[in-house]
Nanobody
Framework: QVQLVESGGGLVQAGGSLRLSCVAS????????MGWYRQAPGKQRELVAD???????NYADSVQGRYTISRDNAKNTVYLQMNRLKPEDTAVYYC??????????????WGQGTQVTVSS
């Protein structure tokens, strides 16, 4: 009914860049906040960045200055531009979106995750 699909993950050398995309689809009435989380093996899932429908962004200290979150409301898409990647950025990255369906159910939905691996 409602789906988030991530893409853009992969293997990159330290110092390189990747751009993640997440597209929301389905019977969506509105999308509020969208964000990116990541989870490394043996660690808790953590917030990387989020962005409001009006474009206000917040970042984790560990990625501040290196990552940029953006969104295209017309395309129901959120992006994460990751620059100057470090090995400690290696994780599964998950898209999250607070959405209201046409049945008026407001819920934070998750994507399936995309693997980002940064080699040293």
């Amino acid at each position: 009914q409602v789906q988030l699909v991530e893409s853009g993950g992969g293997l990159v050398q330290a110092g390189g860049s990747l751009r993640l995309s997440c597209v929301a689809s389905g019977r969506i009435l509105s999308i509020n906040d969208m964000g990116w989380y990541r989870q490394a093996p043996g660690k808790q899932r953590e917030l990387v960045a989020d962005i409001t429908s009006g474009g206000i962004a917040n970042y984790a200290d560990s990625v501040q200055g290196r990552y940029t979150i953006s969104r295209d409301n017309a395309k129901n898409t959120v992006y994460l531009q990751m620059n100057r990647l470090k090995p400690e950025d290696t994780a599964v990255y998950y898209c999250n979106a607070l959405m209201t369906t046409i049945s008026y159910h407001k819920y934070a939905y998750w994507g399936q995750g995309t693997q980002v691996t940064v080699s040293s």
